[in-house]
């Protein structure tokens, strides 16, 4: 099954997906209903939607509708799990070499921005203040019950879904944010492209490789140039171990979406430039049409334009430098000495 979210005709609307690849038509489900609520509801109430919509709703071609983010999660999870983008970025990002022995341990995760999604052909603009921006070509797991302190296979039974998921990032302002060793915050904060649709487990079996891993085929376009292809099995770990690691000592619910993080070979141009050592192929900017394919499950393309102008926005100044004097209250009168122990300056101890 294959589920959406749309705009058509001033409305919006979750439907199920059915038809070939190029010919996709949508039928609209029940007044209400969400991809969110079927995630939560489960596999076989989500698959008596399906048939209803199908028996019940006109079919309205893929082509006629704006395609949105195919469902609001309650949050966002993204993870770093192919080694050789690490070995690529960390030498474009922080000009280091190599993978940390940490990385290696347990698949690392941020919380990214879900007010920040945008649908598999929606605009993407420039974040403001950035000159290097990049694509990242990802796939990532919907939740479909929540769980804490999983087992990986436990976590099989919690997965709803698959799609596409492209981590749009600044660089400059990534590698500026990460020094303070906290982020990547802004630098990842302006969009994430989700979609064009959620694929329920049982369409991507046939993928499924002997070790548990889907095996299939990543490929990311600037234009009419390849400059991306991988394999999902390349990561390091599976999504069931990802999930099972995400609820470790607290819960994943209906709805979270964990990405897998960036595959290598070209998953993102931050990759290509530090093993290139030279920004080529070159950043992305407005015009550039970002187009990134997952086999299985569809593909989304996106256009870089122009964003606001860092100059028209309101200033957010520098930290104020620290006083060595500041403290709470008013100053002690002159001449008057406190019970030691009680000052906050050195002098006063």
Known sequence: MRFARCAHAGAEFSAVVTGASGEEVLHALRAGTTVLDLAGAGHDAAREAADWAVRSSPAVPVADVRLLPPLTPPSVRDFVTFEEHVEGVVQSVSGGAGVVPQWYEAPTFYFTNPHGLIGAHDDVPVPPGCRLFDFELEV??????????????????????????????????????MKVNLGPAKGKDSATALGPWVVTPEELETFRDDEGYLALELQAFVGDRRVGRDLLSNAGWTFEEMIAYASRGTWVRPGDVLGSGTCGNGGCLAELWGRHGAQEPPALAPGDVVRLEVEGIGALSNRVVAGPDLADLPVVPPARPRHPQRRRGAPPPTGTVEIAGTGTDEGER
């Open 140 to 177: 990532a797991v919907v939740v479909g019950a929540p769980g804490a302190n999983l087992s990986p296979r436990a976590a099989r039974e919690h997965v709803f879904g698959y799609t596409v998921l492209n981590d749009f990032s600044a660089r400059d302002l990534q590698g500026r944010e």
